[in-house]
């Protein structure tokens, strides 16, 4: 299976900026689409933003023109770019490898351990 591995998260201000990381063990231009998820406490799982390899992108409504997903070459990696964060963002980051058939996604039933992110005063 593919190993990733979530990094970059922390404790940051309302209104600052974290950048999250996702390595891959295998080179990421083999895997169709990484997403970025996020879980709160009590809340359910959901997909925040997702790319494939052919660049095309998606975001939740809740993040869009706050946050960028993008691919890093050179780290072999999926980062996530948040931008103006707000409490409503705390939760626990996971990323996950899937496909993107038709109109849907189809991710993986594997997850890792994440990387939880704070934004508090």
């Known amino acids: 299976q593919v190993q990733l591995v979530e990094s970059g998260g922390g404790l940051v201000q309302p209104g600052g900026s974290l950048r999250l990381s996702c390595a891959a063990s295998?080179?990421?231009?083999?895997?169709?689409?990484v997403g970025w998820f996020r879980q709160a406490p009590g809340k359910q799982r959901r997909l925040v933003a997702a790319?494939?390899?052919?660049?095309?992108?998606n975001y939740a409504d809740s993040v869009k023109g706050r946050f960028t997903i993008s691919r890093d070459s050179a780290e072999n990696a999926v980062s996530l770019q948040m931008d103006s964060l707000g409490p409503e963002d705390t939760a626990v980051y996971y990323c996950?490898?899937?496909?993107?058939?038709?109109?849907?996604?189809?991710?993986?039933?594997?997850w890792g351990q994440g990387t939880q992110v704070t934004v508090s005063s």
């Open positions: 790319i494939t390899s052919g660049q095309i992108t």
């Open positions: 295998v080179s990421i231009l083999s895997i169709n689409t």
């Open positions: 996950n490898t899937g496909d993107l058939r038709g109109s849907g996604y189809y991710w993986s039933n594997y």
